[in-house]
């Protein structure tokens, strides 16, 4: 008998003892899990699932998917290419009962995202969560205080921003609220620096196409 199975967006068509990769799941290895989304189980169709029918399997491992490398070139005046690799996460399973009743009452953990918030992780915030209201509201201003403190000093020693080439006061508050706020500190930048705040901010190559690195070092010295 087979089953269409659906998780991490996928839908994937599976018979017992099957091995199978699908999205990463929280879940260790040696662990049993339990599909609940079930599209369809041998002759039967479901509405979009099939009600009281389920797949189980055993973890078997967390691996990693090949390597992706992701291309980018701008041909623009100030030209930039940049390389990226990535590699998905993923679940290694084996496909041990595929059952067409009872699925609901068979009392085997149903499989969850690695990124979805489990009903566990809520009950474990939970005391957290009430702990934090029933706190002073004295000891709350006490710890807002520093950053108030901090806030109001950044634009005093902070450079102007906006002396770098094409850096209006938009892009300035942006780099301020990032915590950008001195030419050595764009001076200092990494690829790896570059690359996270041209993500972060969406700058889309504007810092190697602008020259802002080479133009802080020269601030600076100024």
Same mark, same amino acid.
């Given at each position: 008998?087979?089953?269409? /199975?659906? +998780?991490?967006?996928?839908?994937?068509?599976?018979?017992?003892?099957? %091995?199978?990769? &699908?999205?990463?799941? $929280?879940?260790?290895?040696?662990?049993?899990?339990?599909?609940?989304? @079930?599209?369809? %189980?041998?002759? !039967?169709?479901?509405?979009?699932?099939?009600?009281?029918?389920?797949?189980?399997?055993?973890? =078997?491992?967390?691996?990693?998917?090949?390597? %992706?490398?992701?291309?980018?070139?701008?041909?623009?005046?100030?030209?930039?290419?940049?390389?990226?690799?990535?590699?998905?996460? /993923? +679940?290694?399973?084996? @496909?041990?009962? =595929?059952?067409?009743?009872? *699925?609901?009452?068979?009392?085997?953990?149903?499989?969850?995202?690695? *990124?979805? &918030?489990?009903?566990?992780? &809520?009950?474990?915030? $939970?005391?957290?969560?009430?702990?934090?209201?029933?706190?002073?509201?004295?000891?709350?201003?006490?710890?807002?205080?520093?950053?108030?403190?901090?806030?109001?000093?950044?634009?005093? +020693?902070?450079?102007?921003?906006?002396?770098?080439?094409? &850096? *209006?006061?938009?892009?300035?508050?942006?780099? /301020?609220?990032?915590?950008? !706020? +001195?030419?050595?500190? @764009?001076?200092?930048?990494?690829? $790896?620096?570059?690359?996270?705040?041209?993500?972060? /901010?969406?700058?889309?190559?504007?810092?190697?196409?602008?020259?802002? =690195?080479?133009?802080?070092?020269?601030? !600076?010295? *100024?």
């Amino acid at each position: 008998m087979f089953a269409v /199975l659906k +998780t991490g967006g996928k839908q994937y068509k599976v018979q017992s003892g099957d %091995v199978l990769r &699908v999205e990463k799941l $929280a879940a260790d290895a040696g662990e049993k899990i339990q599909f609940n989304e @079930i599209l369809m %189980v041998g002759a !039967t169709v479901g509405a979009p699932f099939v009600e009281g029918a389920a797949v189980q399997a055993d973890v =078997i491992d967390q691996i990693k998917g090949e390597k %992706v490398i992701h291309f980018v070139k701008r041909r623009r005046k100030h030209g930039s290419k940049r390389t990226k690799g990535h590699r998905q996460q /993923l +679940t290694l399973l084996r @496909i041990t009962d =595929i059952l067409e009743k009872g *699925g609901d009452k068979s009392g085997v953990r149903a499989a969850i995202g690695a *990124g979805s &918030v489990s009903s566990v992780a &809520v009950a474990a915030a $939970a005391p957290k969560a009430a702990a934090k209201k029933a706190a002073p509201k004295k000891a709350a201003a006490k710890a807002e205080a520093p950053k108030k403190a901090a806030k109001a000093e950044a634009p005093a +020693t902070a450079d102007d921003l906006k002396k770098l080439s094409g &850096v *209006g006061p938009a892009l300035e508050k942006k780099l /301020l609220e990032a915590g950008v !706020t +001195t030419f050595a500190q @764009i001076a200092s930048w990494s690829d $790896a620096d570059v690359a996270e705040m041209d993500e972060k /901010l969406s700058f889309k190559g504007r810092i190697e196409r602008e020259g802002w =690195i080479e133009q802080a070092k020269e601030l !600076t010295k *100024g």
